[in-house]
């Protein structure tokens, strides 16, 4: 189940940290860092959102999400743990016969964080910098988000 993941983050933050926002004009032009940049670290990442935020000229930090088995809100794009970029939880690759074989709506989210998202080179991005990480629950990824605006006095822009 996909949810506009966007109009989420952008009201969540509002509510949450309505402190940290500054009166700023929102850009004419928005530069999207998609799935915070997935060429450059492991998509839909804790990391990958914070590096993007230190790219210039980034006004969108972009990311999907799905709902796991216990109701949790985790960042990803796809509907079942990738075999193109993931690893099990032991380190193995996930075959490809069992391409379905992890649904997050299936999974509990304590299993799907046992997951290693960044450490498989993948094809697609060869210069996709190979950090171990997870999917992220969206909670842990605004809260990153915003500890870094507010440490960095970064700018906030909302819709």
Known sequence: MKLNTIAIFILLSAFAVKSFSQ???????????HRGGRGLMPENTIL??????????????????????????????????????MLTPEGKDIPVTDAKKY???G????????????????????QQKKEKTYLPLLSELIDAIQLDIKTNKRKQFFL
């Open 23 to 33: 009166e700023v004009k929102f850009p004419v032009f928005s530069a999207e860092a």
């Open 48 to 85: 990958a959102m914070l590096n993007a935020m230190k790219i210039e000229g980034i006004t969108t930090l972009e990311m999907d999400t799905h709902i796991s088995k216990d109701r949790k809100v985790v960042v990803t794009h796809d509907d079942y743990l990738s075999p193109a970029f």
């Open 103 to 105: 649904p997050i709506f």
């Open 107 to 126: 999974m509990n989210y304590n299993e799907i964080k046992q997951f290693d998202l960044g450490t498989k080179y993948y094809e697609q991005f060869p």
